[in-house]
């Protein structure tokens, strides 16, 4: 069973928070500072991931191209993306979801409102 949660954001403080939100929901963290590095932590880590908290702007490959990336890969497709992000902008967030991304969260956001968003989410975790 799936029991990790990717987060991917160029801030390290940021992949901290969402790191104890992920503790207390039970589950273990994994970490990327860009987009490349998330796809290459899901080749190895795919079957383990239940979700990736992904940031829209980062350097190298931002969000939106790593939430593309991820859904036109078979063995990714399947894993429930949750976007954060700055741009608070309805039709920015709206394409993210068409793109296939299953939440959204605006920054800055309270630890309780990301551990919601998170659960549903996942569902059948809890």
Known sequence: MANKILSVD?????????????????????????GREALAVLEKEYADIALVVLDVNMPEMDGGETLLAMKKDPRFQSIPVMMLTTESERTRILDFIHDGAANYLVKPFAPDDLAAKMAACLGDFF
């Open 10 to 34: 160029d801030s390290a403080t940021m992949r901290r928070i969402v790191g104890r939100v992920v503790a207390t929901l039970g589950m273990e963290i994994l970490e990327a500072a860009n």
